[in-house]
């Protein structure tokens, strides 16, 4: 085990000494790995990226925040199951449950939970239904905790105007080489600029009310049992105030896709209206989730939006020569991109469906 990843295990008072790291790489921008120690005890640590999240103090303060105010509502399950179904972080020998390594690096430690697993791509349409239910159970646990009490870590995240001008911008500053290769889903973005902006209006508006959200609600961000029961959510770095949409969107993005997030053949790209009526029933009847009034309308329309912006991101990230997404290739924004813009496509066409099944079931 590299001695940079025991030394910043040591100052964390968990049990026992680390004698295992093994890298998770499902995630595009922090550093994770599973620490196993001689204390029989796994526990997960995390580099929190600093070039993302400006103030990682913060974004620990809301990780922490928003675990514990789900844990409490656990508090009543057997140990066993409890610790199954909730994240715990552990604080610093020195106090604090952030740890700044001698290079300036920022991590923390939580617990990992034994005989689970994740999905990259849903294998079956109970594997949706068990995602729909633990998404909308995270907000139906984070409904009474006031956002206003969670840091803004990443100002506008899911701003769609946001996101737009840092695009034209990369349009601007881009090499011609990139944007040629980009050329197709440069234009489509322009055409689409002014559906794209609207759900963005009704947040500004006013007409959306603002609660905790997740804000990466993709199906690696839920963790399923052996069995495909979902056990809760992981990954609570970008929680901060949102709107139901966001969640809603950005869990359909990943959860009703036939292929890969990074597919590189668009032809694998796939809407499941199966898998988005069983993601559906999962969210509002297994849940206990009651929508509040405005947070109804448009549900559907969401995962068009929030399909988009992701792929509109990583469009922008492929013009600036890849400084934000981790990429394994050239080409992997781009392939990204287009996945994405492809993925938003196929949700237009089946949207009177799908906006029929969210009111059946809803
Ligand atoms: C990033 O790092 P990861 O994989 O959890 C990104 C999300 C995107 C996602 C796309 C802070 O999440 O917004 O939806 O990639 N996180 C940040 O897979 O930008
Ligand atoms: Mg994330």
Redesign the pocket.
């Known amino acids: 085990m590299e001695l940079h990843i025991k030394r910043v295990f040591e100052a964390f008072a968990a049990e026992g000494a680390p004698v295992q790291a093994d890298p998770i790489k499902?995630?595009?921008?922090?550093q994770t790995f599973v620490v196993r120690t001689d204390a029989g005890g796994s526990y997960v640590l995390q580099q929190i990226n600093g070039r993302?999240f400006p103030d990682p103090e913060a974004v620990i303060d809301n990780k922490v925040k928003v675990a514990s105010h789900i844990a409490a509502k656990r508090a009543g399950l057997p140990e066993q199951e409890f610790r199954r179904r909730a994240l715990r972080f552990f604080e610093t020998r020195s106090g604090g449950f952030l740890h700044k390594d001698p290079e300036g690096g920022f991590w923390n430690l939580l617990n990992y939970i034994e005989d689970s697993r994740v999905y990259l791509r849903t294998p079956n349409s109970k594997v949706a239904r068990e995602a729909g239910r633990a998404i909308a159970t995270f907000l139906k646990d984070t409904e009474d905790l006031d956002p206003s009490a969670l840091n803004v870590t990443?100002p506008r995240f899911h701003s769609m105007s946001l996101r737009y001008s840092q695009f034209d911008e990369a349009v601007a500053s881009g090499s011609d080489e990139r944007k040629s290769e980009a050329e197709d889903l440069i234009g489509r973005a322009f055409e689409l600029r002014s559906e794209m902006l609207s759900l963005e209006r009704r947040v500004s508006e006013g007409l959306i009310p603002l609660r905790v959200t997740h804000?990466?609600t993709?199906i690696s961000?839920v963790l399923f049992s052996e069995d495909d029961e979902a056990l809760c959510m992981i990954?609570l770095?970008?929680v901060m105030p949102g709107v139901v949409h966001y969640d809603f969107g950005?869990a359909v993005r990943t959860i009703c896709n036939k292929g890969d997030?990074d597919e590189q053949d668009v032809a694998n790209v796939g809407f499941d209206l199966e898998y988005f009526e069983a993601f559906v029933k999962g969210f509002f009847r297994d849940s206990g989730l009651d929508l509040r009034s405005g947070e109804a309308e448009g549900l559907a329309f969401s995962s068009r939006v929030m399909t988009f912006i992701?792929g509109l991101r990583m469009l922008t990230d492929y013009l600036n020569n890849d400084i934000?997404?981790d990429t394994a290739y050239e080409t992997h924004n781009l392939v990204r991109a287009r996945s994405q813009f492809r993925l938003a496509d196929l949700i237009g066409e089946r949207l009177g469906e799908m906006e029929e099944i969210v009111s059946r079931i809803g």
């Open positions: 499902t995630g595009h921008i922090n993302v990443i804000n990466d993709k961000n990954d770095d970008t950005d997030e992701v934000y997404f």
